[in-house]
């Protein structure tokens, strides 16, 4: 059973910066998948983040870029988000979430969802 665990939110002042951490556990080793990073502010829709494919590749919204990156340790089941020059804007739940389309390997398949972290920015 795969199962998430976000860590690193916390509460800080505009301009400042936060690592969120992500741990995937229960895929079998074969298993590639992509770890992404949403979040949901009070009262708005969740939103897209940022997401590192198996392949090392990233991609951020354009609300983040440049002040966001998104890395993988080297087993690939862990997946940071250091945030940076911390916007009010920026205040939500951040959630990690998994994506597999590996179709060789069909028990990989799926979408998983941690239970997030809360990140809160003051001005």
């Known amino acids: 059973q795969v199962q998430l665990v976000e860590s690193g939110g916390g509460s800080v002042q505009a301009g400042g910066s936060l690592r969120l951490s992500c741990v995937a556990s229960?895929?079998?080793?074969?298993?590639?998948?992509?770890m992404n990073w949403y979040r949901q502010a009070p009262g708005k829709e969740r939103e897209f983040v940022s997401v590192?494919?198996?392949?090392?590749?990233?991609t951020y919204a354009d609300s983040v870029k440049g002040r966001f990156t998104i890395s993988q340790d080297s087993a690939k089941n862990t997946a940071f988000l250091q945030m940076n020059s911390l916007k009010p804007e920026d205040t939500a739940m951040y959630y990690c979430?998994?994506?597999?389309?590996?179709?060789?390997?069909?028990?990989?398949?799926?979408?998983?969802w941690g239970q997030g972290t809360q990140v809160t920015v003051s001005s």
């Open positions: 590192i494919h198996d392949d090392g590749s990233t």
């Open positions: 979430k998994t994506t597999s389309t590996d179709w060789a390997h069909l028990t990989c398949l799926g979408d998983y």
């Open positions: 229960g895929y079998a080793w074969y298993c590639k998948y992509d």
